[in-house]
């Protein structure tokens, strides 16, 4: 699949893109978020795009800082579970190459 930006992100991605049906799991999040060539699913993207707009779309370079505060944006505002911040989280860090140490079921939002 070729390279392209996937909204809500405005830069491309650092991984290849694939396309595999997404199954809906009993609390909420989709599987499989990378193919087996470990390329990052797009229909998951997609998925997520929704309920993880604010990390999905921070681009290639945010602090720690950001990015907490983006997990957050999405709980407060987008109404996203931690489960699927979590799943988004991951689809981010592949997407950008993140080598952040963090756990989104840990952030604490104030």
Known sequence: MPA???APASDLPVVN???AQIT???DGNATPLLCHSGALN???WKFYAGVSASVL???L???QGQVESAICDDLKHQHATRPEETSGYQLATA???WTFNLDPAKVVCT
């Open 42 to 44: 797009v229909q998951a």
């Open 4 to 6: 392209q930006a996937l």
């Open 95 to 97: 997407y950008y190459g």
């Open 17 to 19: 893109l694939c396309s």
């Open 61 to 63: 370079n945010p602090t």
């Open 57 to 59: 779309g921070l681009g």
């Open 24 to 26: 809906v799991t009993a």
